[in-house]
């Protein structure tokens, strides 16, 4: 088979790899279409501690059973499957609690374990029995469903927000994920979302996702059009969507009183260390909320979105490369080309 291989930090190689053999309880899957993450991205770049090479990289990945075990049950040659890539241990105090998110020993494809940069992708016995092989419907758009593990991202963030009718929602960052938000946000019932960025080009992109209102903080000042719109009351909720500490501070600054705040992208190391004001928090009686990755659960509502097109996954995908191009891929994420690139396996 064809497969991307990571061998370090700028370091990556299409090579011949024989297909995995699969055991009794496995699952192999013939991949079709793997999206690009941007900690794909920043793993090419940098380097990961828990991504030790060689290793196939990429985990948003959508794809077709070639071949099951044979105890494997519920499953058949030829099912469509989305890949949920958090592999929880199923036992600790997380994962007991319904967070398996945050579980204390988890194990996670394309980065602890082969991912979907490749044409054939081995699913062990542990990972087909706890459900992170999700089964499609026989007519489900396998590049569309490729964006089901970062939705279901959104969908943990929002889940601790709480977004109902008629709230005005401040999204800050019109990446693939600030897109995201804004679909889910007026899914909700949100009755106002503004979204704003640096990039007019891609506010215009992400804007066609049901946003109401496009601001480029680059030529406006956000406070003020923001407190514009909201007759100077300030939003419900705000989320950042972007890794930038200036974002942060603003969200404290534009949400009304009792409104929440979603940290939901995390901070570059290094820079991680932001000083905001507290008595925001104090006197107004604001919730501040972070956000980490997902469960299985909400892989499942995300697939649901999707398929039922109440999230539209065609004004997110808006490139798709083959294997070959997949440092190319990179560096147009890297550079905020577009906003979601899928590779065709």
Same mark, same amino acid.
């Given at each position: 088979?064809?497969? #991307? ?146 939705? /279901? ?31 889910? #946000?007026? #899914? ?31 030529? /406006? ?16 909720? #705000? ?47 604001? /919730? ?5 990755? /997902? ?51």
């Amino acid at each position: 088979m064809k497969a #991307a291989v990571y061998y370090g930090p700028k370091d990556i190689r299409i090579e011949e790899r024989e297909i995995p053999q699969i055991g009794a309880g496995d699952v192999l899957v013939r991949v079709q279409y793997c999206a690009i993450c941007g900690t794909d991205v920043r793993i090419y770049n940098y380097g990961q501690a828990n991504v030790v090479p060689p290793r196939i990289t990429g985990h948003e990945l959508t794809g077709i059973i070639e071949k099951v075990g044979s105890q494997v049950k519920n499953y058949q040659t030829g099912d469509k499957i989305v890949l949920v890539p958090i592999m929880p241990c199923g036992t600790c105090e997380f994962c007991l609690k319904g967070k398996s998110n945050l579980c204390d020993h988890v194990s996670t494809f394309g980065y602890t374990l082969d991912g979907g940069f490749a044409e054939y992708i081995k699913i062990p016995e542990n990972a087909v029995k706890r459900g992170n092989v999700i089964k499609l419907t026989d007519d489900a758009d396998l590049l569309g469903t490729s964006i089901t593990e970062p939705l /279901s991202c959104v969908i943990n963030g929002q889940e601790y927000l709480d977004i109902g009718l008629g709230d005005t929602v401040l999204v800050i960052g019109a990446g693939t994920i600030g897109a995201m938000h804004v679909s889910l #946000a007026k #899914a909700r019932g949100a009755a106002k979302v503004i979204l704003a960025d640096i990039e007019q080009a891609r506010l215009e992109l992400s804007g066609k996702c049901g946003a109401d209102y496009l601001v480029n903080s680059k030529t /406006s000042d956000l406070i003020a059009e923001v407190m514009r719109i909201t007759e100077g009351k300030g939003v419900d909720i #705000a989320i950042t969507a972007c890794s930038v500490p200036v974002a942060q501070e603003q969200a404290l600054q534009l949400v009304r009183k009792a409104g929440k705040v979603s940290f939901f992208a995390g901070l570059p190391k290094g820079n991680s260390v932001n000083a905001l004001d507290m008595n925001i928090v104090h006197y107004k009686e604001i /919730s501040v909320f972070g956000a980490y990755g /997902s469960t299985i659960a909400q892989n499942m509502k995300a697939y649901q979105l999707l398929s039922n097109k109440i999230i539209d996954a065609g004004k997110i995908i808006t490139h798709v490369l083959p294997l070959e191009q997949l440092t190319d891929g990179f560096e147009m994420v890297k550079k905020g080309q577009g906003l979601k690139i899928a590779i065709k396996l």
